[in-house]
Nanobody, 122 residues
Framework: QAQLVESGGGLVQAGGSLRLSCVVS????????MGWFRQAPGKEREFVAG????????IYADSAKGRFTISRDNAKSTVYLQMNNLKPEDTALYYC???????????????WGQGTQVTVSA
């Protein structure tokens, strides 16, 4: 079983920034894509951003475009989500995941972290 550990969440005021990290370990092979999702209480889990493990390719939800940037460090088996100009509606538990293909759907990913909480105050 893969282990995915998110970090970097916290409390920030609207307009502020956070950088989330997700470290993958416990596997003998690389995943082909990694994604970030978020879920607020009473709401469905939604896609935020995704990146392929090698090569060039990223996708973003409309709510993230222009504000969030996903990146990776293959040597560290880590994916990042830089979040700028945060809004109260960004408040959610953020999850990282990896799977065999890059897609904006949760069912495209096989392994998930436990999440890191992001809270944005007005």
């Amino acid at each position: 079983q893969a282990q995915l550990v998110e970090s970097g969440g916290g409390l920030v005021q609207a307009g502020g920034s956070l950088r989330l990290s997700c470290v993958v370990s416990g596997r003998t092979f690389r995943c082909y894509a990694m994604g970030w999702f978020r879920q607020a209480p009473g709401k469905e889990r939604e896609f935020v951003a995704g990146i392929i493990w090698t090569g060039i390719g990223t996708i973003y939800a409309d709510s993230a475009k222009g504000r969030f940037t996903i990146s990776r460090d293959n040597a560290k088996s880590t994916v990042y989500l830089q979040m700028n100009n945060l809004k109260p509606e960004d408040t959610a538990l953020y999850y990282c995941a990896y799977g065999p293909r890059l897609a904006p759907a949760a069912n495209a990913y096989d392994y998930w972290g436990q999440g890191t909480q992001v809270t944005v105050s007005a």
